[in-house]
């Protein structure tokens, strides 16, 4: 098996430390683990400018693409994904919220379907909560099955000590993320996961704007045309109708609005 691990803070404070703690339950659950670490604070990535090259014309126009690259191939090499995430006033420290910014396409583009991740955040005072839900969400556009969240009340800033609690909290879901991982389940996606995939679908096929405002979208879509989410990922009966609904919600948007990405 193999785990990415992704330090989205600026240093190694008190998340990264719950972080390390988990890798080695994760070590003692399964030895033959296989562990990459790439910390954004050693990228030196620039910030997203907004140019919405990824959108238009792919992420391969990205002018940072030299540097996200890597990680999206990393992240496609793994069979799951840790995220270690300060909370920042209640969110993402600035350099993963930046990283984020510069993957947002995939919230039209989405891939990863059969990705898990680990979420951990923790906070001196309130929100950590707050934090992991913000990167789930994310996640979950990108196309991420499964996202699992670890929020911790440290109620320190700089010298966290576990608590018993903590530790029980901590080997308890760190535990069923490691099980669900190993057993390989693909998980039925959620009905705010079924929305952007089917709506889009339906904005980006067949319509005026493919002709009129050509993006990548309208290159990406076709391939799932008639599918209500991914090959391979299970859908009930029940979502499937849901997910033809939107798409059909979709066809009648589709006549009045047109994706152009113009600045």
Not at 180 to 187: E, L, N, V
Request: hydrophobic fraction near 35%.
């Amino acid at each position: 098996m193999k785990i990415l691990i992704i330090n989205g803070g600026p240093h190694k404070g008190n998340t990264w430390l719950l972080t390390e703690k988990v890798k080695q339950l994760l070590h003692k659950f399964d030895k033959t683990i296989l562990f990459r670490e790439i910390h954004l604070s050693d990228m030196n990535l620039p910030f997203c400018t907004g140019c919405s090259n990824c959108f238009r014309n792919g992420h391969v126009t990205c002018p940072h693409r030299e540097l996200i690259q890597p990680v999206m191939d990393c992240i496609e090499d793994s069979d799951a994904v840790i995220f270690s995430v300060p909370c920042f006033q209640g969110h993402l420290p600035g350099i993963l919220k930046n990283f984020t910014d510069h993957m947002a396409f995939m919230l039209h583009r989405p891939r990863y379907f059969k990705k898990k991740a680990l979420i951990i955040s923790t906070t001196g005072g309130v929100f950590a909560g707050r934090t992991t839900k913000a990167l789930a969400a994310a996640l979950s556009g990108w196309g991420f099955n499964k996202c699992y969240q670890l929020p911790i009340t440290a109620l320190s800033w700089n010298a966290y000590k576990p608590t018993k609690r903590d530790f029980r909290k901590t080997y308890k879901i760190t535990r069923r993320f490691y099980f669900d991982t190993k057993s390989g389940k693909i998980h039925v996606p959620g009905i705010g996961v079924l929305i952007p995939f089917n709506l889009f679908q339906a904005l980006c096929v067949g319509n005026k704007g493919e002709e009129k405002y050509p993006t990548e979208d309208n290159n990406f879509w076709p391939k799932y045309l008639g599918m209500r989410y991914a090959p391979g990922i299970p859908v009930t009966p029940g979502k499937k109708l849901i997910g033809w609904l939107i798409y059909r919600v979709g066809k009648i948007l589709s006549k009045s609005m047109v994706i152009t990405y113009k600045k």
